[in-house]
C-alpha cells in the first residue's frame, strides 16, 4: 500500500518537474557558429508569401508559428544553417516533413 | 481541514493572473495555452483520482468534500484554454481549418463532455436529476481520455501528457483489486 503511494507521489512530482517546454519533435544538430540569422529565416519565407507571427529557438532548430502561402496556419520547423524547410504540423497533424 | 470557501478562491487565483497576463498590450495569448490547458487536465485528473484513492486510504476520505470544486475549477480553466486558443486564432476560418485536425477535434469534445458535469454540479441539479446524476458524472472518464489525446496530438509528444495519466490511471487500476476491508 505504502509502495503503491509512494510511486503514484514520485510520477506526480515527476510530472510537475518536466519543463512544459521541451516539446522534441525535431531536433537539428550542427555547428551554432554557422547558423544563419533567424531574421534572414523570416525575412526569406515573408518573400515566399508566409505571414510569421513568432519565430524562435526549439531542438536547436528555428520554430516559425504562422500561416503558409496556401493559407494553412501551422506551426514550421526549419534547419538554422541551410534555412531549409524539415517539417511542417498543423496541431499535431504532419503537413510536411523532408524525405530523409 | 481547509475551507470550501477559502478552496474555491485559491482555484481562482491562476485564472485572475492569466486574465492579467492576457491583457497586457504585449500578451502571447499562444504561450497561455499550454499553461492554462495543464492545470486544467491537473485538475481534472485530481478530481477522478479522489474516489480511489480514498477506497485505498480510507482516513483520506474528508478529500471528498473537495471533489466539486475540483472538477468545476477543471471545466473553468478549460473554458478559460478555450477563450485563449480563440482570441490567439482571432478567425473563424483558422479554426474551422483545423478542426479535423486530431489534436483539435479531441480537446473541443473533452470541453464539451465537461460542459453538462459543471452545469450539474450543484444541489439543485443533484436532486432533480436524483438517479441519473451518477451516470451522467460519468462523463468526466470519457473527458479524461480525450484530454489525454489532445494533450498528446497537440502537443507532439507523450511524456508530459502519460507523467500526468499514468498516476490516474494506476488509481483506477487498483479498485479492481479485491477491497482489503472486505476480505479482512
Known amino acids: ?100 | 481541514m481547509v475551507p470550501k470557501s477559502l478552496l474555491w478562491v485559491l482555484l481562482a487565483l491562476p485564472a485572475l493572473w492569466w486574465a492579467v497576463a492576457a491583457v497586457q498590450p504585449d500578451a502571447d495569448l499562444e504561450a497561455l495555452l499550454h499553461p492554462t490547458g495543464e492545470l486544467s487536465a491537473r485538475l481534472l485528473i485530481a478530481a477522478l483520482v479522489v474516489t480511489p484513492l480514498v477506497r485505498l486510504v480510507p482516513r483520506w476520505r474528508g478529500l471528498i468534500r473537495y471533489r466539486r470544486a475540483i472538477g468545476v475549477a477543471a471545466f473553468g480553466y478549460g473554458l478559460l484554454h478555450l477563450v485563449f486558443y480563440v482570441i490567439a486564432m482571432g478567425s473563424l476560418d483558422d479554426m474551422l481549418a483545423e478542426l479535423g485536425a486530431r489534436g483539435i477535434w479531441t480537446g473541443w469534445l473533452a470541453l464539451l463532455l465537461m460542459l453538462p458535469l459543471a452545469l450539474t454540479s450543484n444541489q439543485a441539479a443533484v436532486r432533480a436529476l436524483g438517479r441519473s446524476w451518477k451516470p451522467l458524472q460519468r462523463l468526466a472518464y470519457p473527458a479524461a481520455l480525450l484530454t489525454l489525446l489532445h494533450w498528446v496530438f497537440v502537443h507532439d509528444g507523450l511524456t508530459s501528457a502519460l507523467l500526468h495519466f499514468v498516476p490516474l490511471a494506476l488509481l483506477e487500476a487498483t479498485r479492481f483489486l479485491p477491497s482489503q476491508r472486505r476480505f479482512a
Open chain 1, 1 to 100: 500500500m505504502k509502495l503503491i503511494i509512494s510511486a503514484l507521489a514520485l510520477s506526480l512530482a515527476a510530472a510537475v518537474a518536466v519543463p512544459a517546454s521541451a516539446t522534441g519533435v525535431m531536433t537539428c544538430q550542427g555547428d551554432k557558429a554557422k547558423w544563419q540569422s533567424i531574421a534572414k529565416l523570416t525575412d526569406t519565407i515573408i518573400k515566399d508569401g508566409w505571414k510569421v507571427r513568432k519565430a524562435k529557438v526549439d531542438g536547436g532548430c528555428y520554430e516559425v508559428y504562422g500561416t503558409t502561402p496556401e493559407g494553412d496556419r501551422v506551426e514550421a520547423y526549419f534547419d538554422p544553417i541551410t534555412l531549409e524547410k524539415l517539417y511542417v504540423s498543423r496541431r499535431g497533424e504532419v503537413l510536411f516533413q523532408k524525405a530523409k
